[in-house]
Each structure stands twice: as C-alpha cells, then as structure tokens.
C-alpha cells in the first residue's frame, strides 16, 4: 500500500512538474521572444483575459449553450448508432444492405455537411447538433458493428444451452455485454469527434452563446487572449468529459474487466 502511495504521489508531482514547466516556457516565448499577443498571448493574458467580466458575464450561458448541442448531437448518435451497429454486426442481410450507404457515406468529412444543415434545420440548435452528429455517428457504428462481430461463437453456443433461443434474447444476454469494451470504445472516439466538430457548428451563428460561437467572434475582433481562453475551456471541458464517461463505463459496464491488462 506504501509502495503504491508513494508511486501516485510520484506522478502527480511529475504532472505538476510539467504543467508548471509549460507555463513557465510559455510566458518566457511569448512575454521575451514573440512579444505581440496577437501572434502569442502570454500566460499572463489569458488568465486576465478569463477574468475579465467579457467572458465571466456569460460563461456559464455559453457552457450551457455548447453542452446542449453537444447532447443533442451525440444523443442522437447513440439512438441510431448503436442499434443499427448492433444490428448490422448480427443479421448479415441488413449488414449486406447497409453496408454500401455507410461506405459512402463515412469518408465524407463532418464539415462538409454543413450547407445542408443549415438547409435542413436553419439557424438552430438541431442544425448545430446534426454536424456533431454526423461526427459522432460512424466511431459508435463501427464500434457496435466490430463488437458485435467480435462475440465468440462459443459464448453464442453457451446461450443456446442455457435457454436463449431467439436472436433477441441471444443479442441481449450473450452478445450486446461481450460487445461492450468495443461499443464503449467506439462511443469514447465519437465523444472527442463530435467535440472537435463542436467549434465548426457554432460557428455558422445557430445561437449568440456556446464556446465554439465566442471563440470565432474573439478572433473577428483579433482578441487572441480571449481565443485562448475558449481553447481551453473547450480542451478542460473534453478532459472532465472525457474522464466522467471512462470512470463510468470502468464502474458500472466494465466492472467485470478489472485486473485485466489491456
């Protein structure tokens, strides 16, 4: 137990050592050699530049309003990802017929859909959470689809014996939690996906708020300190999301993993 106190501790000073390292190097470029806070602000202006009342006065508003489209495009993903994933990875008639549109369709680049979801939804929190979702959307097929594929046949056998005998009962009791390191995988990849796609859909003005809308407005104005500070806010927030989602699926999903080494 000593040992293993002592190894944490080891490499949160580590961490600690580096962050501050990073800091420091930072400042030292950006206040000595660069010296223009348009081509670099320095450390020391973004954090003036996170407390001054023209971000505080609406961060929250603009956190609220970031999450939402994020939820909105995510969740989506989720209630058509997985099930039709799943669904292609077990019956291969429907693999056969989807397969070639998904094949198509996947290459094309979030960004590119844009035009049409201003099209579709206009200037809306949907037409913002569509872009997300077309970024979220392939990772958590594919990672349903591989899980699915993926499922022993013995444990397919096993299910047999035991009494599951229809395909619903054998997806929901044999093959949907053997899948589910890979279904949490393709979710976790679409979740930094659909983040990074986040930015590109606020900023076609779905919504005066969100984090990705403010970013593009401070560099209209040339304000880089305050461009910083939204690119940080959008790193930190994609960690602490990012992190809940693994201790939840390490807790609750994939409790039955531990120990092993992967």
């Not at 979030?110 to 939804?121: K, M, T, V």
């Not at 979702?133 to 444990?155: D, M, S």
């Not at 899948?179 to 859909?201: K, T």
């Amino acid at each position: 137990m000593n040992i293993r106190l002592h190894s944490r501790i080891r490499r949160e000073l580590l961490t600690a050592l580096s962050v501050a390292a990073a800091i420091v190097l930072w400042q030292v470029v950006a206040e000595f050699i660069v010296d223009n806070r348009i081509i670099l602000p320095s450390f020391t202006d973004v954090v003036a530049a996170f407390l001054s009342p023209a971000v505080m006065n609406s961060l929250l508003i603009d956190l609220g309003t970031s999450l939402l489209h994020f939820g909105v495009g995510l969740g989506a993903a989720l209630l058509i990802g997985i099930p039709l994933g799943v669904g292609m990875g077990w019956f291969r008639t429907l693999d056969s017929l989807a397969d070639p549109i998904i094949e198509v369709l996947r290459p094309i680049p979030p960004l590119a859909w844009i035009p049409f979801a201003i099209i579709w939804f206009g200037l809306t929190t949907q037409a913002a959470g569509f872009v997300i979702f077309v970024g979220a959307f392939f990772p958590i097929l594919t990672g349903a689809y591989t899980g699915l594929r993926g499922v022993p046949k013995t444990f397919v056998e096993a299910g047999k014996v035991l009494g599951c005998d229809t395909n619903l009962e054998l997806i929901r009791h044999i093959a949907l939690p053997a899948a589910l390191p890979a279904i949490a995988s393709g979710i976790r990849v679409a979740m930094g996906v659909g983040w990074m796609c986040l930015v590109a859909a606020e900023i076609f003005g779905v919504s005066r708020y969100g984090i990705g809308h403010k970013l593009w407005v401070s560099y209209s104005l040339q304000n880089m300190p305050n461009v910083v500070v939204y690119m940080l806010i959008l790193g930190f927030l994609g960690l602490v999301i990012d992190r809940l989602f693994r201790a939840y699926t390490d807790s609750r999903l994939l409790r039955w993993r531990t120990g092993e080494v992967v």
